[in-house]
């Protein structure tokens, strides 16, 4: 900076020098008026940055896929309506490998080396299991999509929330009574070996032994199997339905190999989408299935009932009226689950935003403006439908669909609403430490 | 399910893995014998085989005769690329035994990431040309004699019989080259003395390229065969690789017969042990056996004790 009282310095140049940079800052300024008038009232404009933690490669790929496409496409749509606090959304994504060990380093990279605001979008519970204890020594707000039930059990910390997608333990709750009532009480449980399967299979035996039912085998099957035939034998011949829930690449031979085993004789059968998620339910192996039933999330095919909400949402992550890709129809969705990308960005935004949220030193007060959240009502932001988040279990409920198979697609025949999908509170993580 | 039916089940899952395991190890063999290379990119070229089956199979429009195009032509593509491999790699590092351990390393990690950028991460199927399911008897002792009835769930499909059908055929090829040809000649030529061989003539090198297409070309035929009843899968050579060696180790190395006899064994156990007890106990007692096998006998079941 020039000193006008300096001996040797002339004054009128250095007014006549600030007077023209004030003018060309203006002139740059008001050339990019559109890029920056959005975030005007920010204090900062730099972006706020979530780190996501995708299934890129190993078994989740599918899943990951989706994930990714879900959260580009919520990221691209807050951003066009302003950000978050004035602020641009911008999302840093780290492959996981679908591991638990590759998980907790993804976090810690997020937290030192990307130094990003947020992490969040991890789906396999191994790898949330994995990854969630660093997340919370590291103290970043770490906001999994996973369904896994070890965010409400109490097992991991008050930095870990799942406020986007609805547990197993509640997804069970929902379709036990179905099941008992519809198809069958002697039930034999096929599921992966691993949290998320050992989830449905405890809450499972106990909704249906609630309703008077009675799980008489258990199969568990490491999820990187990749024939299955041999486990099947296993299911005894008094079995009247069918449970089964499975995940990894090898999804549809499982079920292919299911059907060959059945033949013609197949006991009722009803089955979570994970089975089939982002594979085409018209598949050759896999007619056996028509008129079987599955759990789904948020449903795959249009229903004559598709809410606004729903048509918004396909449109903007480009899905078409059959849950596959609308540039590729053999590019089939996780439909029923990468909701949960696209409503926890939205949960992100309106925490931040209720907090104040100007940075990393805000983290605590983004957690406790989270907690403090109740009711979500069914809109753009929330297209599965209504929600209520449980602040104390860190765990948000919504309603459950279960659909008939019939000529190669899938019809809702049940809805159950949210309020049939509560149980006992088994944690209160706002009485814990930061 | 009864005792009888289950085992006959088990029996006829064991006899599929069975044939897709004899030629994924007859090629780890025919390279280990005749080039002392012990080829740990084995299992990648098994899974190149799967993921060219889907390539080749949708290229020629899918259905039976995108299967069929894709059996003639991904061993040979597979073949072509594992020659390539030989000239530029292993021939420049000598066929150093070790060296060539680290070297088909390399090549492991190549083709896999290479897969996996220009593949993807996911698992496709391709479409059996057929897949009939078949519902197996069984022989009831009544009251009035033996009688048939069908027991629930005791079945297999065309397409595995086929499978099947195919190591066999397959097999019984390779042994008529290895013994009844001049190629096969020439290939336990270089395999018995390589520089007696080449003293007489015999172009060691070309013979080498050749083993090692030829056993890369036979693991790609079983990722084609297996293609339709799993799925193509970036990271399925693994598993395919660690069951091939325990059935090289177990049978002896360079011994046609003894891979086929120890395939046959550890495709039943495997097939057996997981239907009645769990596939991981199968796994546990295969390692067992390589186990016992490198205690008690080194050279394998059937190989010649080195001289």
Known sequence: MSDPTKPGATPADPARRAALKTLAGAGAAAAALPLWARYTHAQSAAPIRVGFQMHATGIGAAYGRWYDRTTRAAARVINAAGGINGRPLEIVTEDDGTDPRRGAEVVEKFANQHRVDVAFGTLFSHVVIGSAPRAGELKLPYFVVSEGHHVASGMLNRWTLQPGITDVKSQVLAVAPFVAETLGRKVTMIFPDYAFGHDHRDFFSEAIAAQGGEVIAKLAIPPTETSFTRYFPRIPRETEVIYHVMVGPAVLTFVKEMGEFFGPSRPAIFGFIDSLEAVDLRSPGLDFLEGTYFWEGMPRYVQPDQTEFDRHFRAEVGIDENGASASDPRDVSTYAHMFGCWETLYIIKRGMEAAGYAGPQDRQKLVEAVEAMTDMPESNEHPQGAKLFNGRTHQVFGQQHVSRLENGRLDVVRTVPLEETFYPDEVDYTTRPF | ?307
């Open chain 2, 1 to 307: 399910m009864e005792f009888g039916p289950y085992l006959m089940l088990a029996a006829l899952e064991g006899a599929v893995t069975a044939a897709v395991l004899a030629l994924m190890a007859a090629g780890l063999s025919l390279v280990f014998g005749v080039m002392r290379v012990v080829n740990v990119a084995h299992g990648e070229f098994y899974m190149l085989g799967a993921v060219l089956a889907f390539v080749v199979a949708g290229m020629a429009g899918g259905g039976a005769l995108g299967f069929v195009a894709a059996l003639v032509a991904v061993p040979l593509i597979v073949g072509a690329l594992a020659v390539a491999a030989d000239v530029t790699v292993l021939k420049r590092v000598g066929y150093d035994p070790e060296r060539t351990i680290v070297a088909t390393i390399g090549i492991l990690y190549i083709l896999q990431q290479v897969t996996l950028m220009g593949y993807g991460p996911d698992a496709r199927p391709v479409a059996a040309p057929f897949n009939q399911r078949i519902a197996l008897p069984w022989v009831e002792w009544g009251a009035g004699g033996p009688s048939l009835y069908w027991p629930w769930g005791l079945s297999i499909t065309s397409y595995k019989l086929f499978v099947i059908g195919a190591a066999v055929v397959v097999l019984a090829g390779l042994w008529v080259l290895m013994t009844r040809t001049r190629i096969g000649l020439v290939m336990r030529a270089t395999q018995l003395d390589r520089e007696t061989a080449q003293a007489f003539g015999i172009p060691v090198e070309r013979v080498y390229a050749l083993v090692f297409g030829l056993g890369a070309g036979l693991a790609a035929l079983a990722g084609v065969l297996i293609v339709p009843i799993q799925q193509a899968h970036y990271l399925m050579g693994g598993d395919a690789l660690l069951l091939s060696f325990i059935v090289v180790i177990i049978g002896g190395l360079g011994s046609l017969p003894g891979t086929l006899i120890a395939a046959l064994l550890i495709g039943l156990s495997d097939g057996i042990l997981s239907v009645f007890f769990s596939p991981t106990l199968a796994k546990i007692v295969a390692t067992l056996l390589v186990a016992l096998v490198l205690v008690f006998r080194p050279q394998g079941l059937m190989g010649k004790a080195p001289r």
